[in-house]
């Protein structure tokens, strides 16, 4: 759909040129780290295990019961072992976190159990280097899980995104990445791991009362692993995210972004406000079939824009400071369109670009967890009207299910028992 030569977007853009193509900002976050895991092999290792651990427990309630019970004696929280999927954002961070937190009582269940699957789990489960490398997956995509879940805020601004990937980029390098003294620093839950180990010798690891298998090379092949991983996630993150000048511009029209200096508002944002109007200022000519161009008049006047910039940021400033610019389009159209009217067409082009498909995403699962197979006759109406109770409704909890019964109950005469 984003192919640059033929793509839906592309085609699009043939009928109007000024259309702005953006990608969904988690779905970009999710393929980084899709990518970012090809470029190490131990971490596909790492990954079926997982998956495997999962699959021991699926089917078996008497294996549960188990885990639940040394969970309970060892005072843990009472987690399941989950799956990973791959089109789900935070599974892989809920999957990790499990294991971790739950390793112990894992480890007790793999131990007691009978089967023949059991001992090999076990054993890949108690080696040195996938215990530690479980544990940075933990701390790398307890950051990335919190990005995603940033990312799907209803009110997410272009200039937020920017500043948030660049923090979460700075504290992986600050963790995983060597210092000038060439020494790596971890993160929180590995480093609490570190300090649960027992190094006997050389060859000899405990971790509480079992035994690690544990070679020389183990650790020094790990520490390769941890940097590769977190150079390749960095890389292929600033890949899905270039900086997009035109995007970037677009935070101007964020009051947040506003300096506070009178004297630094004097030339405030005239940059990023002609970057814009190279895009929609101007007027473009597209070529369409049998070698015609078909012409498109832009969609604000350029000079009459500039001209009301400055006008424009004062006022705001001074009376529309404190006021975020959701609530303040509506009454900018009503009090000052007439005032400002090529200004307002950029706010209003800024704030109809979405930046992520989360909403749709979030209906679609919505959708899907009320019309089930046993509910398939919903007409499209009453689904629809499900789904805006769904989304946009109360929750359930301060709902006041008496009042709605009254209000159903009095709308005609109705036969109650």
Known sequence: MLGVRNGVAKQLTRYCPYMVVTHCVAHCLALACKDSSKQVDYFKKAETLAKNLYSFFKNSS????????????????????????????????????NICKSLEALILTLSNDVSEVSGPLLNQLLEYRMLTFFHFLYDVHEHLSQLSKFFQKKSLHFSDIEIIINTVINKLRFEYLPDNNGDIKFGLHLRKFFNNLRFINETRVDFGEFRLNYSCNDHQELLVDIQTYTRSLISCIEERFPNKPLITAMKIFNPKEWPLNIDDFQEFGINELNLLLDQFGVEKNIKQKDHLYKKFEPLVDRELCIYEWYLFTNIIKSNFSNISMKILLPHLYE??????????????????????????????????????????????SSLDLWMRVGLEGP????????????????????YLE
């Open 62 to 97: 008497k294996r549960l019961n188990s885990f639940k019970e040394f969970q309970e004696i060892l005072d843990n929280d009472i987690l399941k072992i989950k799956k990973i999927f791959d089109i789900r954002w935070l599974s892989w961070y809920e999957a990790v976190r």
């Open 335 to 380: 009090e000052y369109f007439d005032f400002f009217p090529n200004i307002i067409k950029l706010i209003s082009i800024a704030y109809t670009i979405p930046v992520s498909s989360v909403e749709c995403e979030r209906g679609f699962s919505k959708q899907n967890l009320i019309k089930t197979k046993c509910r398939n006759l919903l007409t499209a």
């Open 395 to 414: 929750d359930s909890k301060v709902f006041d299910f008496q009042k709605a019964w009254l209000i159903w109950k009095n709308e005609k005469k109705r």
